[in-house]
């Protein structure tokens, strides 16, 4: 089992940028392939970005494209999300989630992912 706790959420005005880290223990992290997902008050749980086991592959949804990075450095245990240019609209607790995989595909469902971190606040003001 791996334990993922996630920094870095806060306030911050529109326009502006946060890095979220999501840090790993309990396992081999390189054996798991990654997700940022977030969650708005009263909406579902929506995908943001993912990247596979070695970070050669990532993918992210429409509305953070040329905004958000992920990225992971596995010698650290660490998986990132660079936010840059934020909107209103990005306000949500964001989770970082992990899965073990065999193969280096992403997994941009939640049903994918079987390990959920805590969530940190972001809020970006206008």
């Known amino acids: 089992q791996v334990q993922l706790v996630e920094s870095g959420g806060g306030l911050v005005q529109a326009g502006g940028s946060l890095r979220l880290s999501c840090a790993a223990s309990?396992?081999?992290?390189?054996?798991?392939?990654m997700g940022w997902f977030r969650q708005a008050p009263g909406k579902e749980r929506e995908f943001v970005a993912a990247?596979?086991?070695?970070?050669?592959?990532?993918y992210y949804v429409d509305s953070v494209k040329g905004r958000f990075t992920i990225s992971r450095d596995n010698a650290k245990n660490t998986l990132y999300l660079q936010m840059n240019s934020l909107k209103p609209e990005d306000t949500a607790v964001y989770y970082c989630a992990a899965t073990v995989r065999y193969t280096l595909d992403v997994v941009t469902t939640p049903n994918g992912y079987n390990y959920w971190g805590q969530g940190t606040q972001v809020t970006v003001s206008s």
């Open positions: 309990g396992r081999i992290f390189s054996n798991y392939a």
């Open positions: 990247i596979n086991l070695i970070g050669s592959s990532t």
